[in-house]
């Protein structure tokens, strides 16, 4: 009977069983059987290496696509998802939305509490936007300093303005605290947001930054009427015959001093009664 230090695997059985029989050679088929036992080894080397390269991939992917102080998406991933929704949104027929939040007198905050509380203050709005995400598909990102980007896949109007404002009154009634000076004293102040919406629908010759463009002109209406506010502007079908698509939505009024309509949002339906699904 042969003799092995290591352990005996089934296929080293297999080939014992075919090799040592009466008349065979004891000694090649230990040399196999050794052989075997180091292409097992090494096979199980390679899994490991594998294992640990894909966790190296991940990792880099995670540096590439996701931004470090808040764990949303970043610019590039945000920019990357935007070129696929467009064009989900031109195949499907389906509304896209999208919502530009940024933090009010945010230089303030970091002017008087620190840069430490105003990171806290990045973070704190970065997990209530992550609350928002029905699905992969939605995309939350930090568009840039103080500024977050939400695309919403299959997203009417009615449905974008009213998630605005949940999103707004959420951040108004956050509690953020962070630590400041060597006594660990804990600050505690009130932030608000000022929030800009657009939709598209269906095929359109509009470009991913036309839908930026809107946004921003809805946000800053928002910013330029004092914060803490939510505005809606329309996106003309490029091409196309504009059709304006104010929201029907209660309690909204539209506002007609702009080359394009903006809207003021006070919706009466409560924030929390909100449903948001798929269109």
Do not use: W
Not at 7 to 19: F, G, H, I, K, Y
Not at 119 to 129: P, R
Not at 265 to 279: A, F, G, N
Request: glycine share 6%; charged share 25%; proline share 6%.
């Amino acid at each position: 009977m042969l003799q092995s230090s290591q352990p005996v695997t089934a296929t080293q059985e297999v080939v014992r069983d075919r090799l040592v029989r009466p008349g065979g050679d004891p000694a090649y088929a230990e040399s196999l059987l050794a052989r075997i036992s180091h292409l097992e080894r090494e096979k199980r080397e390679l899994q490991a290496l594998a294992a640990h390269l894909e966790l190296n991939v991940k990792h880099l992917v995670r540096l590439a696509y996701v931004d470090g102080l808040t764990g949303l998406s970043n610019r590039r991933h945000f920019d990357s998802e935007l070129r696929i929704a467009m064009d989900r949104a031109a195949l499907s027929s389906r509304p896209l939305a999208l919502l530009m939040c940024d933090i009010d007198r945010f230089k303030h905050y970091n002017d008087t509490y620190g840069h430490g509380h105003g990171d806290a203050v990045l973070t704190a709005i970065a997990g209530l936007l992550k609350t928002f995400r029905r699905d992969e598909q939605d995309c939350a990102a930090r568009y840039g300093g103080e500024e977050f980007a939400l695309l919403m896949p299959a997203m009417a109007a009615k449905d974008a303005l009213l998630l605005a404002e949940r999103i707004r009154k959420g951040v108004s009634v956050l509690t953020i605290s962070s630590k400041s000076g060597a006594a660990a004293v804990h600050t505690s102040v009130a932030v608000t947001v000022s929030v800009g919406v657009t939709t598209i629908r269906g095929p359109t010759l509009a470009h991913c930054r036309h839908l930026i463009d809107a946004a921003d002109a809805a946000l800053y209406r928002a910013k330029r009427a004092g914060g803490n506010r939510t505005r809606y502007e329309h996106l003309p079908l490029l091409g196309k015959t504009p059709q304006p698509e104010p929201p029907a939505l209660s309690g909204i009024r539209m506002v007609n001093t702009e080359p394009f309509p903006s809207v003021v949002c006070t919706p009466k339906v409560p924030p929390e009664d909100l449903t948001m699904s798929r269109i």
